[in-house]
Structures are given as structure tokens and as C-alpha cells.
């Protein structure tokens, strides 16, 4: 069933799918469709159940179908989709983020990670009068057009278009650093310092698999963008919510004192799977937006009210005392679980995670830039990738891609899966 619905899909859709990764083509083989899913599971065409590690890609923290979501997208739905006015839930939601993440005076609330990205940029760019920006080889921060850049050849220059149709006049402004060099990093500022408009970063990087930025680089990023006017803009659309309640800057906030970006983006979690992402930050920089300020930006669907409705849903059940303390502890056992089972079978393999993140790496170390990311076996990733699938574990179709654990996993699907992969491991 789900061959003959791809057949059918590629007839219609551009390979079959509305978002590349989705089509299986970096692992091989068909794309499940998806018929129905409830908790940690869903059921694909042919009625075979998989145990869920990507959750939508992160937004699906509490796993499907939780009652209490349901019943607010319900009641909302109830009162209408979609007036083009505002509402109260906005206002509700846009508090309940503030209240969690301290950095944040005000947010503008929008349908995509894209587009808060995008928004955020022109913004950051708004505000200081600067147009440069830099970003770093491996994060991922929407398919907005000056984003889809990677490094040129060297520091002095400028990036390289991923995409056909980004003309280049439009990345000439954006530079591309590798992740966790701290000497690159210095070398850049002193070169673009006074004509940086922000530096944007995935803090938790979850684009190229699973990588942290290290404390010393993420003070240096801190730091630079202080001495030189620039603002620091923290893309949490993956890492917001997921990681802890106060998202990936409040980790930080623990090791370097008195720690805060300018700016962050979130999206995923905080829609609980509706189309809804924000931007935010003080409010002497969110007050430059229009109707206030000179920046434009708007939306027909922003601040969605069945989207709020499932967002303030799903943020009410993790703010609940405990909530990440046991998420991490139920993430970090699988990833104990698997790295033993490796090793057992005398193959390398390590891990992290943090929060309902985790990633995973078929090598040792743990790499620290996508560089080294890459170095990843692909074929062997593939196997394990199609054994695990077989077994009705779905992992990313893809080994630069994060993984995701939601409250609804139990330890016995926990166990399940590392006794898969323990299987596969034994014969590979
Ligand atoms: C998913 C993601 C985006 C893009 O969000 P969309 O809703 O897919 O447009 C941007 N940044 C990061 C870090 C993401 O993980």
C-alpha cells in the first residue's frame, strides 16, 4: 500500500513529498505513509506499527493524540479557524512563552520556522542598520533565501547558494563559520565585526544529527556579538521547549553566568504539532516591528486560534513539576541502551542528549561540526536505518538528523527498540 501510494504521490507531488527528507532518498527504499498514530506510535498504509522517534520532527512531545491537546483543538475549532483579528489565546501563549524563557520581553507569533527565521533576520538587520550576518556550516535555519548558504573559501569571502535559485548577490552577505571554532569565529568578527547585524545559531544543533555548541565557543559568541553591536539570535525552533522548559538557553545560562541571547526563534513544540513558530526578544528590539517600527512583517495566519489552542495545550502539560526530569532520564536510557548494544558487538558508537533530543553516531567521538558529522558511515547508517524500520522502530530517514523522544515513550518501548537494534547489531 504504501508503494502505490507513493506512485500515486510522484504523479502529483515533486518526489511524492511536501519536505524532501520525508522521501527516503538519502536511505533508500519507500516513504511509510502515515495513516493514523496515537502515544509513541503510528500505524502506516498497510496497518504495520512503528514505535515513533521524530515525533513530526520534534513537535509531538507529548506524543499523539494526548487527551487534553485534543480536547482544546476541539473546543477551538468549535469557536472557528481563523478570523484575521486578534484573540485572547494569542496574547495567552505569547505570555506563557515569555514566562519560560527569560530572555524574552515580547514575540511575534507566526505559521512557520521559516518564517520566524526569516522574520528574525531582517529584523536583527532592521534594528542595527547592518546587513552582513554570519551562521555556521551544519545549522539549519529554515529554506529562507540569504539562509541557504554554505562556506565560500575562506573567511574573507562570502557563502556559496545550496539551492539553485538563490542568486548569489542575495548570500553575499551571509558568512559561513564552521561550529565550535572558537579561532574562526575571532578571525570573523575581526574582519566583519562592525557590519555584523547578528550571528544566528542553533545552540543545540539538531540539523547536522545531534552537536552542541561547547561553553567556550558559545561564550565567545556571546561575547563577540557584545563587543561589536551585533546581536546573537539563538534558533531554537527545534531546541525550544524540547530540551528543558526554558529551551537550550536556559542550559547555557547554568554554565556561562548571566548568559542571554538578543533574539530566538522557536517554532515545532510550541505549536504541539499545529503550524505555529514564533520570534522574540527585548522589546527596544521587537518594538522596531511594524505597525510599531519601520520592520515589516505580517501573516493572513499568524497566531492561528486552533494553533494557540494546541500550543497553550501543549505547553501547559510540560510545564507540569517533573516533566523534563523524567523525559531526559526515559531519552538518556535509550541512548545508554543503544551505545551498550554497540558495544557489545565490539562496534563504535556514542551519543547524546538532552531534554526529548537525543542523536546518535555509528563512530567515536562525539563529533563537534558537521564536517565530522559527515564522516559517518552512510551505508552502514542505512542498514541500521532499514533493520530498526523492519523491526517497526522508526528512526530519521537520514544520519544528520536528531531524534526525538516523547512523554508517551514507556520503558518497554525503550527496551524494545535497543533490543532491535541489539539484533541488528549482532549480525552487522
Ligand atoms: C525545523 C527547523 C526550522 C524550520 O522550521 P519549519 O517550520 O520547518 O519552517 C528552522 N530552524 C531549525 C533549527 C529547525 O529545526
Known sequence: ???????????????????????????????????????????????????????????????????????????????????????????????????????????????????????????????????????????????????????????????????????????????????????????????????????????????????????????????????????????????????????????YAQLIPGFEPDMTVLGKVIGGGMPLAAFGGKRAVMEKLAPLGPVYQAGTLSGNPVATACGLATLKEISKPGFFETLGTRTQHLVTGLTQAAHAAGLPFCGDCQGGMFGFFLMEPLPQNYATVMTTDGPKFNAFFHAMLDAGVYFAPALYEAGFVSAAHTDADIDATVQAAAAHFAKA
Open 1 to 251: 500500500m504504501n508503494d502505490v501510494l507513493f506512485e500515486r504521490a510522484k504523479a502529483v507531488i515533486p518526489g511524492g513529498v511536501n519536505s524532501p527528507v520525508r522521501a527516503f532518498r538519502a536511505v533508500g527504499g519507500t516513504p511509510r505513509f502515515v495513516q493514523r498514530a496515537q502515544g509513541a506510535y503510528f500505524w502506516d498504509a498497510d496497518g504495520k506499527k512503528y514505535i515513533d522517534y521524530i515525533g513530526s520532527w520534534g513537535p509531538m512531545i507529548l506524543g499523539h493524540g494526548h487527551p487534553a491537546v485534543l480536547e482544546a483543538v476541539q473546543k477551538a475549532a468549535l469557536d472557528g479557524f481563523s478570523f484575521g483579528a486578534p484573540t485572547e489565546r494569542e496574547v495567552e501563549l505569547a505570555e506563557a512563552i515569555i514566562a519560560a524563557v527569560p530572555s524574552l520581553e515580547m514575540v511575534r507569533l507566526v505559521s512557520s520556522g521559516t518564517e520566524a527565521g526569516m522574520s528574525a533576520l531582517r529584523l536583527a538587520r532592521g534594528a542595527t542598520g547592518r546587513s552582513k550576518i554570519i551562521k555556521f556550516e551544519g545549522c539549519y535555519h529554515g529554506h529562507a533565501d540569504a539562509l541557504l548558504v554554505k562556506a565560500g573559501s575562506g573567511l574573507a569571502t562570502f557563502g556559496n547558494p545550496t539551492s539553485a535559485g538563490v542568486p548569489p548577490e542575495v548570500v553575499a552577505q551571509t558568512i559561513v563559520l564552521e561550529f565550535n571554532n572558537v579561532e574562526q569565529l575571532e578571525e570573523a568578527f575581526k574582519i566583519h565585526g562592525p557590519e555584523l547585524a547578528c550571528l544566528m545559531i542553533e545552540p543545540i544543533a539538531g540539523n547536522m544529527n545531534f552537536v552542541r555548541s561547547s561553553v567556550p565557543f558559545m561564550k565567545r559568541c556571546r561575547e563577540l556579538c557584545s563587543q561589536y553591536g551585533a546581536l546573537l539570535v539563538f534558533d531554537e525552533v527545534m531546541s525550544g521547549f524540547r530540551v528543558a522548559l526554558g529551551s537550550a538557553q536556559s542550559i
